[in-house]
Nanobody, 129 residues
Framework: QVRLLESGGGSFQDAGTLTLSCAQT???????????MAWFRQVPGTDREGVAS????????TYSDSVKGRFTISKDKDQKFLTLKMNSLIPEDSAMYYC???????????????????WGQGTQVTVSS
């Protein structure tokens, strides 16, 4: 059993900085090899989109074009915590942000393949000018 819990959302100003966190809890005896953790976001009425992902193997990361250069994804070595540092916020960043995780090849992780085994409930981010 894996559970993800996001935190850090709220209302923020344009050009501000925000860090989201995702805490992962696992059942006793859980093991993983190649492990992907990712952030997605979704605006009501639109499809959920991948924002950033990070791979357990070597920490390789990928970002959507809309956030590249502004957001930074990171994790601890045991995949217990996932963070998303969001710089230079713009109103278009407003969305529900979701943490996702599972074991998968890097190719699927980096392309934001949607069929993750584990999802958090989301944390709302609102950016106003």
């Amino acid at each position: 059993q894996v559970r993800l819990l996001e935190s850090g959302g709220g209302s923020f100003q344009d050009a501000g900085t925000l860090t989201l966190s995702c805490a992962q809890t696992r059942a006793a005896g859980y093991t993983d090899g190649s492990y992907c953790m990712a952030w997605f976001r979704q605006v009501p009425g639109t499809d959920r989109e991948g924002v950033a992902s990070i791979y357990s193997g070597d920490g390789e990361t990928t970002y959507s074009d809309s956030v590249k250069g502004r957001f930074t994804i990171s994790k601890d070595k045991d995949q217990k915590f996932l963070t998303l540092k969001m710089n230079s916020l713009i109103p278009e960043d407003s969305a529900m942000y979701y943490c996702a995780a599972d074991s998968r090849p890097w190719g699927l992780c980096s392309r934001f393949e949607m069929k993750f085994d584990h999802w958090g409930q989301g944390t709302q981010v609102t950016v106003s000018s």
